[in-house]
């Protein structure tokens, strides 16, 4: 039962354009969402949250967006550099402290 | 300032041995998490563990595996005679006790791949 799911299994884009990732969750009672991003051999690094009471969030070039509505979330990366090439991860967590991940996107930032 | 240490990064094992994964959180944290990666896979929750506690251990298989975070010393994760299907990625991860009593983000240690044989 793939309560977070990142149904793009990879993304391709051009140097200096937008990545968009994408993000489905099926669980109401998640109220935080996080972007991880993992390089091969490494654990996967915190980029960004956001809390089920915001729809937006922002850090440098990497927004956050979150439609309760629509159970989706996304993360834009703007611009995107050839140093963004990872996996990314979607999770969440609600009520607790165990984290939810999605399968994960690579990114592939071409330049 | 040193991250969250696991070692060994790998560890290969014959089915039937003992698998011990052994983790160091974060200078400060006092609260560390386990999640296995399989292949081609997200991070799977295990178990969450403060000093000397089991919170939770609702994503932890009932037989063979155990965790413990003793007051002095690493977190380890136990996997007692160990089978192929163990084989994966294991990260852990540690988090704060924030001022207003929530609980920090969870920042992962760069993983142990075990491959059992």
């Known amino acids: 039962d793939q309560q977070v799911k990142q149904n793009s299994p990879s993304l391709s884009v051009q140097e200096g354009r937008i990545s968009i990732l994408n993000c489905d969750y099926t669980n109401s009672m998640f109220d935080y969402f996080l972007w991880y991003k993992k390089y091969p051999a490494e654990g996967p690094t915190f980029l960004i949250s956001?809390?089920?009471?915001?729809d937006k969030n922002e850090d440098g070039r990497f927004t956050v967006f979150l439609n309760k509505s629509a159970k989706h979330l996304s993360l834009h990366i703007v611009p995107s550099q050839p140093g963004d090439s990872a996996v990314y991860f979607c999770a969440a967590s609600g009520g607790g402290n165990k984290l939810v991940f999605g399968a994960g996107t690579i990114l592939r930032v071409k330049s | 300032n040193a991250g969250v240490m696991q070692n060994p990064r790998h560890l290969v094992r014959r089915r039937g041995q003992e698998a011990r994964l052994r983790c160091s959180p974060m200078?400060?944290?006092?609260?560390v998490y386990w999640y296995r990666q399989l292949p081609e896979e997200g991070l799977k929750f295990m178990v969450y563990l403060q000093k000397e506690n089991i919170i939770d251990e609702s994503g932890m298989p009932k037989e063979r595996f155990s965790a413990e975070f003793p007051k002095e010393g690493p977190s380890i994760l136990r996997i007692q005679q160990v089978v192929r299907g163990d084989s994966a990625a294991y990260f852990c991860?540690?988090?704060?006790?924030?001022?207003?009593?929530?609980?920090?983000?969870?920042?992962f240690g760069p993983g142990t791949r075990l491959t059992v044989t």
């Open positions: 200078k400060g944290h006092s609260h």
């Open positions: 991860a540690s988090s704060p006790r924030l001022a207003g009593g929530g609980l920090g983000e969870q920042y």
């Open positions: 956001i809390s089920s009471i915001k």
